[in-house]
């Protein structure tokens, strides 16, 4: 089955300042890369994804890369705000619905 | 929309007792996902549903978990007789065939004294 690798554990960068988790995939054939956001005591929450038939996708601070070759992705977080500390998440489509999510990074912005 | 209801939001409860979480989908969703969230295990499957049926339950722990979605709108995740290694945040997550992402529930944390 799908393995999801996901790094670094702990990040801690300066507001303002970029972030980039990684995240590697152990299916070929896993075609949709999601990324969550998870705050403290709160549920996780989409933020970004991408399918395997783009390498980029961006939305406004926050951008997804996909090199299909090599089984990794990476989110990228531009001009960090406090906001933005959380726990992310990244995940590959098995089959069917079903996601696997690598083991989170905590995000934290120190003002 | 509501999104995805789950009940309790939290649950203590001792060992040895029946423990049973609630999940409403989002209407009009066909798939329906249970994860249990702990520090040391992150994320874990337990089981999923499509079309009401138990497609994928590889992932529940052993005969003491049990789940049923006995219709579209609602489904339960049984833990008999509850450990304390139970303890954990469940989460219900759905979705809807052709679509991308889960929803999430607010989930239900349960501790097992």
């Known amino acids: 089955g799908e393995n999801v690798e996901q790094h670094p554990s702990t990040l801690s960068v300066q507001e303002g300042d970029s972030a980039v988790i990684k995240c590697t995939y152990s299916d070929s054939a896993s075609n949709y890369f999601p990324w969550y956001k998870q705050e403290l005591g709160k549920r996780p929450q989409l933020i970004i994804d991408?399918?395997?038939?783009?390498g980029e996708k961006k939305d406004q601070r926050i951008a997804v890369t996909l090199n299909k070759t090599a089984k990794h992705f990476s989110l990228h977080i531009t001009e960090t705000q406090p906001e933005d500390s959380a726990v992310y998440f990244c995940?590959?489509?098995?089959?069917?619905?079903?996601?696997?999510f690598g083991a989170g990074t905590i995000l934290r912005v120190k003002s | 929309d509501a999104g995805v209801i789950q009940s309790p939001r939290h649950e203590v409860t001792e060992m040895g007792q029946e423990v049973t979480l609630r999940c409403k989908p989002i209407s009009g969703h066909n798939s329906l996902f249970w994860y249990r969230q702990t520090m040391m295990r992150g994320l874990e499957l337990l089981i999923y549903?499509?079309?009401?049926?138990?497609?994928?339950d590889s992932g529940m722990p052993e005969d003491r978990f049990s789940a049923k979605m006995p219709n579209a709108s609602f489904s339960t995740l049984k833990i008999q007789p509850s450990e304390p290694r139970d303890s954990a945040v469940y989460f219900c997550a759905s979705n809807k065939d052709g679509s991308y992402g889960y929803t999430f529930g607010s989930g239900t944390r349960l501790t097992v004294v």
């Open positions: 991408i399918r395997s038939n783009v």
């Open positions: 549903f499509n079309n009401n049926v138990p497609i994928d």
């Open positions: 995940a590959a489509e098995e089959y069917g619905n079903k996601l696997v």
